[in-house]
């Protein structure tokens, strides 16, 4: 599921893209492909306007230390504006 969700992600078509990436089991992966996987998914959300989806998986991710944390912030930092949440 994972790859297909990459595959669509890809795409831009951001819908199938979340629908495969909400069916991985992130068990038997790694913590970078759980990251890449749960910031692929985040994006989605975020293009799919489901903000809070998206900036709960973008919160979670940007304390991380992997190369995804930045946008992560950047993303979350920007939907806490968007949500009046200016502290």
Same mark, same amino acid.
């Given at each position: 599921?994972?790859?297909?969700?990459? @595959?669509?992600?890809?795409?831009?078509? @951001?819908?199938?893209?979340?629908?495969?990436?909400?069916?991985?089991?992130?068990?038997?992966?790694?913590?970078?492909?759980?990251?890449?996987?749960?910031?692929?998914?985040? @994006?989605?959300?975020?293009?799919?306007?489901? $903000?809070?989806?998206?900036?709960?998986?973008?919160?979670?991710?940007?304390?991380?230390?992997?190369? @995804?944390?930045?946008?992560?912030?950047?993303?979350?930092?920007?939907?806490?504006?968007?949500?009046?949440? $200016?502290?």
């Amino acid at each position: 599921y994972r790859q297909l969700g990459h @595959y669509y992600f890809e795409k831009g078509d @951001y819908k199938t893209a979340v629908s495969f990436y909400d069916r991985v089991d992130m068990q038997p992966f790694s913590s970078p492909e759980k990251i890449e996987n749960g910031y692929r998914r985040a @994006y989605a959300y975020f293009q799919l306007k489901k $903000y809070g989806e998206a900036g709960a998986i973008f919160n979670q991710i940007k304390m991380s230390s992997s190369e @995804y944390a930045r946008p992560s912030a950047y993303y979350a930092g920007y939907l806490a504006y968007m949500g009046g949440n $200016y502290t």
